[in-house]
């Protein structure tokens, strides 16, 4: 048992040291936009966590890791589905391809309320123990991709999921990105016909430091993408310590109960049950 | 090549010699005939794999909510009968029941044959079946499906050889009865390897057989707990039971004694084997068949069951569209058709004739392969999130691959019957000779 929720939900003060200069430089940067409450450029912060380039040479210096998380604030989704549009644009999806799907579901009230889904990225991921192929993989960062070209097609890992979140490629896609665009397992667009896709919590974009697209098309400011090592999180506009953000605001995992180790929280408001 | 495969002149040594070896040289007028119709329908199950193939698995009527559904039910449905056909054998020669000698090959054949059919659907069902080689570069050995794979092709391999080798006196035979230097004799002098009734070879070939025979039924009971693991690996409900194993064992053996009834009283009228297979084989074979729906009725009732009981919220949404929702008519018409109608007419007395065992094995083998698809698709088409069902569309592609398959195993059996003896004359003779010294008077 590694990587509990519970540990990541502690206040993390005593930073690991192979990962002292970014967190200084990051909480040092969150503590301020908290402080004062300041509206930052959207890429400011995720910017800092990428890979610096050595002043020296010229080259990338690979050292810095990050395990992504996002955080969906429920009280503040409206269930408006633009990041489920935002993603399939990004993406090149068909229709019917959400990648991150907003479901209306019904509360222990009686009400109902809106909770996007995308791929948990999860610590243990069932997807990735069934594949037959190895061709779903976790990178460095811990987020869970599909090597296409590998993929058999068997929709073993589509069977294992238990949340719903990979799709399918029935037909030949109608949607392509600009011709000579090669697909990658980290921005695998075109799809591949026969082969299954999902969310790569946009890896392609938090890679150069930007937002992944979901989260920078919420009008409701409900997502968040953050990183569990750096323990910072934005949702375009604010910045916030992750730890106690998540802390604070009682988030939970879906379906914590399957020992799945989801990297993407919830904050619940209204009454909601995700069944815990 | 020649239309007959043995020449019609030979001069057989015996009558079950003869009989056995007849559809080698004249099959019957209908032979032509039906194996163009079944070889037709094989070919239109190609056609339609191909145009799934080039056009993707939307042909088959497939959705993200719907991803598991009759090809999957087939793969489960036709390895299964194969299982049933082995069993008769293997378990009926460990266990010295002497009344199987004439049925034992056509019971191995059917295994055989069913099997690869089967197999196929492990190809057909797959988004990308030109990549399914990357199952040996680059297996994953956590995965069901590479258990599948390495439990299937093992499998295979052992049928394969529990086949061939009580055919080796059988193919002798054959090899003397042809002229020696002759291009059908050199072959079946091949496919013998030397045998010339020793004893020392016939000592070692019963050796063999007794340990494939032995080896075969802890595989077969791999290939069909591998493929039960498949589907309860994952958290999914309906599908996340200790119980799959054992069921799927079970059902397989049911369907599968089921079938071997059908294939014997199919050959037997076809091709005139009254003398050697006779009602009380179908009699025994029948009762095998009901013991083992009995068994299969308990594991069906223990699941509901335990799973009603409890009524935990998944379970009970998925156990409640098979019992009392839009599945609910396939399932009971499983229970009744499946289940209790086919045992009623082997345990009644009144109604044990051949005919009625016939009934009711065909009643179990299309009622088994509807349970598959019962066990399949409500939980492939259940919400994990939600309640909004998936559905499957029934489309012509599936369903013409689904008869090509079923054809292929009676074109199967055919052709094979062309090239070797429909009974096992070595064991069948064996058998006779025995009951003659019982009786204290020839045959």
Same mark, same amino acid.
């Given at each position: 048992?590694?990587?509990?929720?519970?540990?990541?939900?502690?206040? +993390?003060?005593?930073?690991?040291?192979?990962?002292?200069?970014?967190?200084?430089?990051?909480?040092? +940067?969150?503590?301020?936009?908290?402080?004062?409450?300041?509206?930052?450029?959207?890429?400011?912060?995720?910017?800092?966590?990428?890979?610096?380039?050595?002043?020296?040479?010229?080259?990338?210096?690979?050292?810095?890791?990050?395990?992504?998380?996002?955080? /969906?604030?429920?009280?503040?989704?409206?269930g408006?589905?633009?990041?489920?549009?935002?993603?399939?644009?990004?993406?090149?999806?068909?229709?019917?391809?959400t990648?991150?799907n907003v479901y209306e579901l019904d509360d222990a009230s009686g009400g109902g309320f809106f909770m996007p889904r995308?791929?948990?990225?999860?610590?243990?991921?069932?997807?990735?123990?069934?594949?037959? =192929?190895?061709?779903?993989?976790?990178? &460095?960062?811990?987020?869970?991709?599909?090597?296409?070209?590998?993929?058999?097609?068997?929709?073993?890992?589509?069977?294992?999921c238990p949340y719903e979140a990979?799709?399918?490629?029935?037909?030949?896609?109608?949607?392509?990105?600009?011709?000579?665009?090669?697909?990658?397992?980290?921005?695998?667009?075109?799809?591949?016909?026969?082969?299954? $896709?999902?969310?790569?919590?946009?890896?392609?974009?938090?890679?150069? @430091?930007?937002?992944?697209?979901?989260?920078?098309?919420?009008?409701?400011?409900?997502?968040?993408?953050?990183?569990?090592?750096?323990? #910072?999180?934005?949702?375009?506009?604010?910045?916030?310590?992750?730890?106690?953000?998540?802390?604070?605001?009682?988030? =939970?995992?879906y379906k914590?109960?399957?020992?799945?180790?989801?990297?993407?929280?919830?904050?619940?408001?209204?009454?909601q049950d995700l069944g815990f | 090549?020649?239309?007959?495969?043995?020449?019609?002149?030979?001069?057989?040594?015996?009558? =079950?010699?003869?009989?056995?070896?007849?559809?080698? !040289?004249?099959?019957?007028?209908?032979?032509?005939?039906?194996?163009?119709?079944?070889?037709?329908?094989?070919?239109?199950?190609?056609?339609?794999?191909?145009?799934?193939?080039?056009?993707?698995?939307?042909?088959?009527?497939?959705s993200d909510r719907a991803f598991?559904?009759?090809?999957?039910?087939?793969?489960?449905?036709?390895? $299964?009968?194969?299982?049933?056909?082995?069993?008769?054998?293997?378990?009926?020669?460990?266990? @010295?029941?002497?009344?199987?000698?004439?049925?034992?090959?056509?019971?191995?054949?059917?295994?055989?044959?069913?099997?690869?059919?089967?197999?196929? %659907?492990?190809?057909?069902?797959?988004?990308?079946?030109?990549?399914?080689?990357?199952?040996?570069?680059?297996?994953?050995? +956590?995965?069901?499906?590479?258990?599948? %794979?390495?439990?299937?092709?093992?499998?295979?391999?052992?049928?394969?050889? /529990?086949?061939?080798?009580?055919?080796?006196?059988?193919?002798?035979?054959?090899?003397?009865?042809?002229? #020696?230097?002759?291009?059908?004799?050199?072959?079946? $002098?091949?496919?013998?390897?030397?045998?010339?009734?020793?004893?020392?070879?016939?000592?070692?070939?019963?050796?063999?057989?007794?340990?494939?025979?032995?080896?075969?039924?802890?595989?077969?009971?791999?290939?069909?707990?591998?493929?039960?693991?498949?589907?309860?690996?994952?958290t999914r409900p309906g599908?996340?039971?200790?119980?799959?194993?054992?069921?799927?064992?079970?059902?397989?053996?049911?369907?599968?004694?089921?079938?071997?009834?059908?294939? #014997?009283?199919?050959?037997?009228?076809?091709?005139?084997?009254?003398?050697?297979?006779?009602?009380?084989?179908?009699?025994?074979?029948?009762?095998?068949?009901? !013991?083992?729906?009995?068994?299969?009725?308990?594991?069906?009732?223990?699941?509901?069951?335990?799973v009603?009981?409890?009524r935990t919220r998944e379970e009970v949404s998925v156990l409640a569209a098979v019992l009392e929702g839009p599945f609910a008519?396939?399932?009971?018409? /499983?229970?009744?058709? @499946?289940?209790?109608?086919?045992?009623?007419?082997?345990?009644?007395?009144?109604?044990? &004739?051949?005919?009625?065992?016939?009934?009711?094995?065909?009643?179990?083998?299309?009622?088994?392969?509807?349970?598959?698809?019962?066990?399949?698709l409500p939980t492939a088409t259940a919400p994990l999130i939600g309640d909004v069902w998936g559905s499957i569309?029934?489309?012509?592609?599936?369903?013409?691959?689904?008869?090509?398959?079923?054809?292929?195993?009676?074109?199967?059996?055919? #052709?094979? /019957?062309?090239?070797?003896?429909?009974?096992?004359?070595?064991?069948?003779?064996?058998?006779?000779?025995?009951?003659?010294?019982?009786?204290?008077?020839?045959?």
């Amino acid at each position: 048992m590694s990587d509990l929720p519970t540990m990541e939900l502690q206040p +993390s003060d005593v930073p690991l040291v192979s990962r002292r200069l970014s967190r200084r430089a990051l909480l040092g +940067s969150a503590a301020a936009v908290a402080g004062s409450a300041a509206v930052a450029p959207l890429f400011l912060h995720l910017d800092q966590l990428v890979p610096r380039t050595s002043a020296a040479t010229g080259v990338a210096i690979d050292t810095t890791h990050h395990r992504w998380a996002m955080v /969906f604030d429920l009280r503040r989704c409206d269930g408006c589905g633009k990041c489920t549009t935002a993603c399939q644009e990004t993406h090149y999806l068909e229709p019917d391809q959400t990648w991150i799907n907003v479901y209306e579901l019904d509360d222990a009230s009686g009400g109902g309320f809106f909770m996007p889904r995308l791929c948990m990225q999860c610590e243990d991921a069932p997807c990735l123990n069934v594949c037959p =192929v190895r061709a779903t993989f976790k990178n &460095r960062d811990g987020v869970v991709l599909i090597d296409q070209d590998k993929c058999i097609g068997c929709r073993l890992c589509i069977s294992a999921c238990p949340y719903e979140a990979r799709y399918f490629n029935w037909s030949e896609p109608t949607n392509k990105p600009p011709e000579g665009t090669v697909p990658t397992p980290e921005f695998p667009s075109p799809q591949r016909r026969g082969t299954v $896709g999902k969310c790569t919590f946009c890896v392609h974009h938090t890679e150069r @430091g930007e937002l992944p697209s979901c989260v920078a098309a919420c009008a409701m400011e409900a997502i968040w993408i953050g990183d569990l090592d750096a323990d #910072v999180a934005t949702n375009g506009v604010e910045t916030v310590r992750l730890s106690t953000f998540l802390k604070e605001n009682d988030a =939970v995992r879906y379906k914590e109960e399957l020992n799945t180790g989801p990297h993407v929280y919830y904050i619940l408001g209204h009454g909601q049950d995700l069944g815990f | 090549m020649a239309v007959a495969t043995i020449p019609h002149h030979l001069p057989w040594s015996s009558e =079950v010699e003869s009989a056995a070896c007849r559809p080698m !040289a004249s099959p019957g007028r209908f032979f032509w005939p039906i194996a163009a119709l079944l070889a037709a329908l094989v070919a239109a199950g190609f056609v339609a794999f191909a145009y799934q193939f080039l056009e993707g698995l939307w042909v088959a009527g497939y959705s993200d909510r719907a991803f598991y559904g009759i090809y999957e039910a087939n793969l489960v449905a036709f390895i $299964g009968v194969s299982y049933g056909g082995a069993l008769v054998s293997a378990v009926l020669r460990i266990t @010295g029941a002497r009344w199987r000698a004439p049925i034992s090959r056509m019971a191995e054949a059917m295994a055989l044959v069913s099997l690869l059919v089967g197999a196929s %659907f492990a190809i057909v069902h797959l988004g990308r079946p030109e990549r399914v080689l990357n199952l040996i570069t680059s297996g994953n050995a +956590s995965s069901p499906i590479l258990w599948d %794979f390495v439990a299937i092709t093992t499998y295979l391999l052992a049928t394969a050889m /529990f086949v061939y080798l009580p055919l080796v006196p059988d193919l002798a035979r054959v090899r003397d009865h042809l002229a #020696v230097g002759s291009w059908r004799g050199r072959i079946y $002098g091949l496919a013998a390897i030397g045998w010339a009734d020793a004893p020392e070879q016939r000592r070692r070939l019963e050796w063999a057989i007794g340990i494939i025979a032995v080896l075969l039924i802890p595989l077969a009971v791999s290939v069909h707990s591998v493929l039960a693991w498949t589907f309860s690996m994952t958290t999914r409900p309906g599908w996340h039971s200790t119980i799959f194993g054992p069921y799927f064992v079970v059902g397989a053996l049911y369907s599968g004694v089921a079938l071997v009834i059908l294939v #014997v009283a199919a050959f037997r009228r076809a091709y005139h084997l009254e003398r050697f297979v006779q009602p009380r084989q179908l009699l025994l074979l029948s009762r095998i068949m009901v !013991a083992l729906g009995l068994v299969y009725l308990y594991l069906t009732f223990a699941e509901v069951l335990t799973v009603g009981y409890t009524r935990t919220r998944e379970e009970v949404s998925v156990l409640a569209a098979v019992l009392e929702g839009p599945f609910a008519p396939a399932f009971w018409a /499983f229970m009744a058709g @499946g289940l209790f109608i086919p045992i009623a007419l082997v345990a009644l007395p009144t109604h044990r &004739r051949t005919g009625a065992l016939v009934v009711a094995a065909g009643l179990v083998v299309v009622g088994m392969w509807l349970k598959r698809l019962l066990i399949v698709l409500p939980t492939a088409t259940a919400p994990l999130i939600g309640d909004v069902w998936g559905s499957i569309t029934i489309t012509w592609v599936p369903a013409l691959i689904t008869l090509a398959a079923t054809a292929a195993i009676p074109l199967g059996m055919i #052709v094979l /019957f062309r090239f070797v003896p429909i009974l096992a004359i070595d064991e069948v003779e064996r058998e006779l000779a025995h009951r003659a010294a019982q009786q204290g008077g020839p045959a």
